[in-house]
């Protein structure tokens, strides 16, 4: 029996359980980490935390969710010219796990500084690499494909759900660090988990489909330590000031995704077809970063919002700020598995990736405008069922862009850049990311109307447009939906 026709994991390859709990356990740490950053970095010392302005703050997670997704080039090319995609996950998953410590140990500004290198340079890795291998269980034209991606984000939406609610609480009752420390043992339970399961991952997950010769080795190392000891003379001499952090993961992400369409778009390895394939996934891609720009505020402006103008309190008990952000993971553990029945029902029937897209983006800009009927009240003005009720219209927006675009880049990926096309998927979420920190300093109680409306017609506009242009992109797409 082949890897494909395996079905014993709901219905899907066996080896795709090791890869699920690799993913839930990775996103337990990060999202359980992240639940905390923000209010760590402006809080108070007497509370607990560092002090910094909020807009600064929100620059530093701004800037830091655009590099982990940024850093995803980096594993990518790990991947497909040095050591493969499930080594590269596996070290990766190890420098999360001491990113986690760092955090949990070191005091100040010198553990988030290390610490968030770290997570961001491991998560790059985690991410790129282990949806890559998910698409490596299926053979092309596999209808189940889309299916497992949904069953693969319930996996990430697992652990996001968990992190925060636990974190959130130790936080609360025993201190910032103790909830580093907790994210950090996640990732070691979810290494030791990947450890035991990952020979049952076909060859094909061990391949380096796009070697790079051996005299070239020497030359790679030295332009990685060039890069990295620029960043740090940068950094030290005061250039890569914390509140520009953002603008500047903004440029580098847009300008690495243009230099890699151009790369795989200019190179002789392709097909016509495949060149097809990655010029209709432009539009996708701007679509994608515009999605996130608003969404990835869950993690800036919605926690500005959730500490200063949410009513928290329940049965008279003030939730942790964190908590918040595990109303999106609940939507989605109970959504993904319609959403994946739905598309398996409909099989060649579905929407295409395009109309799936234009539908997620428009609907996200939807959601910001739900904030204008709740907008200029003061201090605990804002229900939490209200804000619930907009997370579950960001969870919908979700569900059809998010799965689909993981899916969606490896089926229109060329053969020789496999990895590297799921890095391009997450450039735009790099970028969106970035941005979402830019947009985060316009933000205020007195310009919310201004703010949630202006940002909500855009992104309704942008799904507009794309919609417009399924019919041109589908044909593209050569076959692929």
Known sequence: MTVTQEKT???????????????????????????????YLYYSAADGGLGISEDTATSIVGAYGGAVYLSTILGAWLADRLLGSERVLFLSAVLVMCGHLALATLPGLAGVAVGLVLIAIGSGGVKANATSLVGTLYAEGDERRD????????????????????????????????????AAVGMAIGLAQYAVGRRRLPDSAREVPHPLP??????????????????????ATGVLAADRLATIVVVVSAAAAVCYFVVILASREI????????????????ASAAFWSLYQQQFTVVTLYSDQRLDRTVLGWQLPVSWVQSINPVFIILLSGAFAALWTRLGDRQPSAPVKFATGTAIMGVA????????GGGPNSAPLLALAGILFVF????????????????KLAPRAFQTQMVALFFLSVALGTALSGVLARYYS??????YFGVLGVVAI?????????????????????
């Not at 910001?368 to 907008?375: E, Q, R, V």
């Not at 059809?400 to 993981?406: A, H, I, M, N, W």
């Open 147 to 182: 299916a497992g991606f949904s069953l693969f984000y319930l996996g990430i939406n697992l652990g996001a759900l968990a992190g925060p609610l636990l974190t959130g609480l130790l936080q609360k009752t025993a201190g910032f660090h103790v909830g580093f420390g907790l």
């Open 461 to 481: 506009v942008l799904g507009s447009a794309l919609a417009l242009g399924t019919r041109s992109i589908t044909r593209l797409m050569d076959g692929v939906r």
């Open 395 to 410: 969870t919908v927006a979700e569900l059809l862009l998010s799965p689909v675009g993981l899916s969606l880049a490896t």
């Open 214 to 235: 051996a005299g070239r080795r020497a030359a790679a190392a030295v332009t990685f330590g060039v890069v990295a000891a620029t960043i740090a003379i940068l950094a």
């Open 271 to 286: 097909t016509r077809t495949e060149r097809r394939r990655v010029l209709a996934f432009i539009p996708m891609f701007l």
């Open 445 to 450: 109680a007195d310009g919310e109307v201004a």
């Open 368 to 375: 910001f405008l739900l904030f204008l009927p709740l907008a």
């Open 9 to 39: 994991f709901f219905g899907q390859p066996r080896a795709l359980s090791t890869l699920f709990g690799v993913e839930l356990w990775e996103r337990f740490s990060f999202y359980g980490m992240q639940g905390i950053l923000l209010i």
